[in-house]
């Protein structure tokens, strides 16, 4: 996802208290931020960041940070955050001159931030559980290092994560899901729960001709294929799963974790 550049998006981010402004100053004392001892969970590249506001709603007790690289993007999070807060009916316009603040114990906050920097954010250990929501697919191979759930993305997700701890991953695109797979075998991950379609929204007939849909998928070979039971994560959906569950494509999920904890 990647919006036009809406002018006046860098102020309002800059004047948000939503954002963090300058993340990197908070690595290893993040907890100080909510002023809460409470595990910190964290979206990389939220869209618009309903999947994160609505798991922030549902889980006071913990804490959650949401990253998004594009400001268009990020900007769209922030309007949306504004609109839960103040119980408007849409999201206020770019021109609003008062914008709600960010309401007391607020347990969510907003980063404009590329994740492959992310080792510069956090000590390891800070954080519990990592969320990607159908990440950009990034298709041709010479880019394969910049899919969030690349080999690479792996080694910076360890440099962070609670051992033992680890990812959920949804998404559409079921090459992406099938080289996750292969990726996380050979990070040495633990692949906890899996799943080819996880609504059932597979359209059958297309999926009877190209081999894909229902819950029949491959798993990289040597990973035990954990697909029965339920997944940890909360079933939330995302704007991007709304959408294509709701035209009858299967939604790939996984859940994983740094093996040897
Ligand atoms: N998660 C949302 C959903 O499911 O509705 C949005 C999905 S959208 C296809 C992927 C988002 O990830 C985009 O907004 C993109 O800007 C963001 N993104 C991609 N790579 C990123 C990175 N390295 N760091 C931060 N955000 C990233």
Redesign the pocket.
Known sequence: ??LRNIPGSRDIIAASDFVIQDPEAYKGRWKTVFGKDHPIELE?????GR?LMDLAQKHPERNYLG????SS?LLRAIQKAEQRTAGLAAPLPVSAEERPKRPEGCNFRLLR????ELPYLFEQGEIEKIYL????PWPKDRHADRR?TSACFLKRYEQVLQPGHGIAFKTDNRDLFDFSLDQLKESGWELTFCSFDLHGTGNRSQAEKDGTGSDTGRIAEGMSAPGSGQPESDLIM????EKFAAEGHPICMLEARIRGH
């Open positions: 996802m990647r990389i590249g939220i869209g618009k999947f990253i998004e690289m594009y993007v931030f590329d994740a492959t929501n159908f990440s950009d969030l995302t704007e991007y799963e």
